[in-house]
């Protein structure tokens, strides 16, 4: 009785041992259903999907204008104080009114956790989250991004 | 030597003596950041004592100064593999403060992104149980068939792990147009590769070998410990929150609460491969039938919960959270405190481990399925 033990027990072990190996034996004699990615080298061809938020952005258009009112709901929406906004005055030349402008538009990234609870705020839909998610770079301070360009000035009609 | 000698020998041989050994906090194998404690009599098992607190980010007292909206995002943090269902207990614990009607079609929603969250964690911890265990091999395919549905949430939810898809009164976004053809064929495609997983490891003699009898919890220990989710219900304890407590869409789908009564770590495995199945039958059974409607009920900007306390209780790949919150008819609640799942499953790691060999306490530990940022928040 024990040496039938012993026997069913070798028997029943290496069988399941290559039932194991059938599987990967699968995928080693069929290479077309392995589906690793060549990260770096497909670069060109990688294509994230249209909802990934990788960073904030501006949104700016050819004329170099944008949309942002400098109401600064993103800041007060952002968890983790990763946008600060810097707010001007500009003088209207014709009425003498001044209304409030960005004049920087800051943004930590590396304090952003990507929650997108700035992008839902935005009154004037004016930044969105980019798909770029290679953001490493070597000095914490480059993670420090000002979103509006230079000389950008807010379109007209939006308040 | 004869005989004589050799009972003089042991006789006189020096007395064996308890010793403690450092596991973690940078062991492999505790899958983060957890000290253990151990107390050993040569290889047998004496103590276990947990040491916790190498990522504790304090994230109970940050939700006290933070709106109602921007305490979602904080509990993606905490179990991560389970990032979805921790949303939607905070979610569903706001909209019960406010009393809040929600759309049939966010439930559905929910419940089926609910599912593919844990059908991602039970990959992602069946690949790593196997690498515990000395097989490389199920990390890779674990992570393979995972990666479909990383790309289903990063289509519709926007991100792959910590997705924040839900906000007080819904999900922040309607589902994307292809998020019910890529679930359907990773449903059809999951079918044929879960036989797979019976085939590599639960068959293997090396495995089973490793697993059964090991790390045995009584019925008794596991509701005196609170140990839920798939390893309270390896032990007999029918605990399954959406069976007893149902919430969101789970009282309209039919599916079996998996219950072995084995107790040991072969039962807490098998208890987990038994709930793919279950998940991937309720996804099919919504994914078809997901209401037309709004995909977020109308909320304020500002929230504030009327003054009382709310409970709710979730259902995570681990077990049971429960988010309690107090208001103070504030903008940011009074206090927080979550009962994470990994926290109460950790406590029985004692009494599983006692007795046992020091390798199989890493077979118990990986079968517990311990997430450490969920036990240290």
Redesign the interface.
Known sequence: MGLKNYISDIY???K??I??M???GHYFTHPGEI?TQQYPENRDTLK??????GEVVLIHDENNMHKCTGCSACEL?C?NGSIEIISGKEIDPETGKSTKIIDTFVYHLSMC?????CI?SCPTDAIK?AQGFEHSVFDRSKLTKVLNKPGSKIMPGIK | MTEQELITNIETAPETQEYFINMGPQHPSTHGVLRLLLTLDGEIIKKVEPHLGYIHRSIEKMCEKDSYQQIVHLTDRMDYLSCHMNNEAVCLCVENGLQLEIPERVKVIRTIISELTRLSSHQLWWGVMGMDLGAITTFLYGFRDRELITDIFEETCGARLTMNYNVPGGVMFDIHPNFQKRTKDFITYFRKKLPEYDELLTGNVIFTERTKDIGYLSKEDAISYGVTGPSGRASGFACDVRKRFPYSAYDRVEFKEIIYTEGDCFARYKARIDEMWESMKIIEQLIDNIPEGEHKAKTKAVIKLPEGEYYQRVETARGELGVYIVSDNKKSPYRVKFRSPGFSNLSALDTMARGNKIADLVATMSTLDLVIPDIDR
């Not at chain 1, 994230?48 to 938020?53: C, K, L, N, S």
């Not at chain 1, 956790?113 to 609870?117: A, D, E, I, Q, S």
């Open positions: 029943n072990g290496v399941s041992l039932t194991g059938k599987v990967t589906v994230m999907f249209e909802r990934f938020r929406a968890p956790t990507f929650c997108n609870l839902l989250m």
